[in-house]
């Protein structure tokens, strides 16, 4: 495989991991952990399964088709592929809301700087990464280097809490307790929403379409994966050694708690740095991919994609300057967000047996079902939820 190519599958892959690791990733990683203590490891497990299933299935349909979500779901039904986008639109802009004030956040741990001008400064960096002439490469190195970043600073504060490791991988595999709401809200947070389909349309951008392709595809799937597993287990023992050892944690600020208590007097600063390298990636991945949704619809939005981006982060930071964190727009859209995953997914089920959009492609029989199962077993999750 070509150099280039190997970076685009790469660059795909992180910036989907990188815009599943945001504020409420670390959040509710640490909050679960204390909850679950050492059988979190097993919630863990069971949705990169169900997370890796999600994720072959959308990337491997998306990439042989050559054609965006949206316009499969216009070419099986009319109109559809306006819902999904409408769907993923209004909760990557909502979340992305959040995100800005993650950044804020992160820059006045680290810095002192008012909250305000820490967000403003970080959309500013987020906005002139799409104005790079390649605009594609700069995000993916960015995505990159970021996510890199978060696993080494999360691999420091996991080794400094000391945490029970055996006790940790034992019940990872066979667990004490289970929760299904911690596993809904995992695999939301890992594949929901615009999430699942950041690295698919990244490839398509790039050109990485076909039924050839699906070996590279399936890697950079699985990598992107893997890499949000990596830095949800090892916040995961970072907090266990913390809760374990039996420090309180402040349910205010559980995830800079874990920082400060493992890492001493620096660790509110570590904590700023993760917090912001984690919510600037998921602007760039939030705005990108939510874009990406509407841009096939006209001309004038594919030849104008890239100043749509930039008023995406635009609004998504005049709504946090202006209106502050609008609590209960996010918990309805988090909630809708957990429903849309299952949405799409059948969306995309159903267009990989219809000849006419995806030509003579067999999808997997396996993936297919596997695929179903995870509808329902998502459908289930979410009907307990309410």
Request: net charge positive; aromatic share 10%.
């Amino acid at each position: 495989m070509p150099k280039s190519s190997s970076k685009t599958l790469l660059g795909a892959a992180f910036l989907m991991a990188t815009s599943a690791v945001g504020p409420g990733f670390l959040t509710q990683t640490t909050v679960f952990t204390q909850q679950l203590t050492t059988s979190f490891g097993f919630i863990i497990l069971i949705s990169v399964i169900i997370d890796l299933c999600v994720q072959y299935n959308i990337w491997q349909i998306v990439t042989v088709s050559g054609k965006r979500a949206q316009d499969l779901a216009n070419g099986l039904l009319p109109g559809l592929g306006y819902l999904l986008a409408f769907l993923i639109v209004i909760g990557g802009l909502a979340f992305n809301i959040g995100n800005v004030a993650g950044a804020g956040l992160g820059i006045e741990a680290m810095t002192g700087v008012p909250v305000h001008i820490g967000a403003l400064g970080s959309a500013a960096m987020a906005i002139g990464i799409f104005l790079f002439k390649e605009a594609g490469k700069a995000m993916d190195s960015f995505s990159k280097i970021l996510g890199l970043l978060m696993i080494i600073l999360i691999l420091y504060v996991a080794f400094t809490s000391h945490p029970p490791l055996l006790s940790a991988v034992h019940h990872t595999f066979i667990p004490e307790q289970f929760d299904a709401i911690a596993t809904l809200t995992l695999v939301g947070g890992t594949v929901g929403g615009y999430i699942s389909f950041a690295g698919a349309h990244r490839l398509l951008d790039s050109g990485v379409t076909g039924e050839a392709a699906l070996p590279a595809v399936n890697k950079s799937a699985s990598t992107g994966i893997l890499v949000t597993a990596t830095i949800r287990y090892l916040l995961f023992l970072a907090t266990l050694g913390i809760v374990m050892s039996g420090v309180a944690i402040n349910p205010d600020n559980p995830t800079a708690s874990v920082f400060e208590s493992a890492a001493g007097s620096i660790g509110r600063q570590m904590f700023g740095l993760m917090i912001w390298c984690a919510a600037i990636t998921s602007v760039v991945g939030a705005a990108y991919t939510s874009v990406s949704f509407v841009r096939s619809f006209h001309p004038v939005l594919e030849k104008y994609h890239t100043y749509l981006t930039i008023a995406f982060i635009l609004v998504s930071t005049l709504v946090f300057l202006f209106v502050g964190k609008p609590v209960s727009i996010l918990i309805f859209v988090g909630t809708l967000n957990g429903f849309v995953l299952p949405i799409a997914l059948s969306i995309l089920l159903v267009v990989s047996r219809k000849s006419r959009l995806m030509g003579n492609y067999k999808h997997s029989v396996l993936l297919q079902v596997a695929g179903w199962a995870v509808v329902l077993i998502l459908i289930a999750m979410g009907i307990n939820l309410f």
